[in-house]
């Protein structure tokens, strides 16, 4: 991921509700939730919500697709794994014994 891209992200996660949005969607697995479920279970009107969900998805963290009438929206993971890859690539100097998995970057032996 470059610099850019993470600021998008970033940014988009910088406002409350969409951050609130975007772990409704973690937690409701890759099933997703309509986008009037997600309003109603926020308390947000529902064009805001609208305009939260498009911020999200164009950051790449969240996924629509269309069932009938109705736009379900779902947590992009492989996006979330590509901003988490991003913030601990160079974790802890690359000492695995601190990090574990989440080394991205092979060091050079």
Request: glycine share 12%.
């Amino acid at each position: 991921m470059e610099l850019n891209t993470a600021c998008e992200c970033f940014s988009a996660l910088s406002q409350a509700s969409r951050l609130e949005v975007l772990k409704r969607l973690v937690q409701a697995g890759p099933r997703g939730e309509a986008a009037g479920g997600i309003a109603e279970g926020l308390g947000v009107p529902a064009p805001t919500m609208s305009f939260h969900l498009k911020e999200l998805e164009r950051a790449g963290m969240i996924a629509s697709r269309r069932e009938g009438r109705r736009v379900i929206y779902a947590a992009d993971y492989g996006g979330i794994r590509n901003l988490v890859d991003f913030l601990l690539a160079d974790c802890c100097a690359g000492d695995r014994r601190l990090c574990g998995p989440y080394i991205i970057k092979e060091q050079a032996s």
